[in-house]
């Protein structure tokens, strides 16, 4: 007997979980994750705790929620640079075309 379809079905696991790991870490949410993980190993701190639980957790995903919005907005910004050079070069462009061609 073969083990194959055991043996493909501990890659696709593997595979499974190393992608959600680069995942959760590119993100900036393996702080969150880890302290779910934790708060799950102590069930009775979290039923005492709740507002601490949810407080901390809270933080743990604002944190790369501001870190991915600023990211956003210094993109755009640099966008918008970028296509104010752009304009501003194209108008240069066109009125040395105009004033050449008048000549």
Known sequence: ???LPILVQIAVGLSLISLFLLVVTKTGLLPAVLYEWGV???PAWA?????ARWGILAVLLLLPALYWLGRFLRWR??????????LARAARLTAQRRQDSTQ
């Open 1 to 3: 007997m073969t083990n």
């Open 77 to 86: 910004q640099e966008e918008r640079l970028a296509r104010g050079e752009l």
């Open 47 to 51: 039923a005492e705790h709740p507002a």
């Open 40 to 42: 799950g190993l102590f």
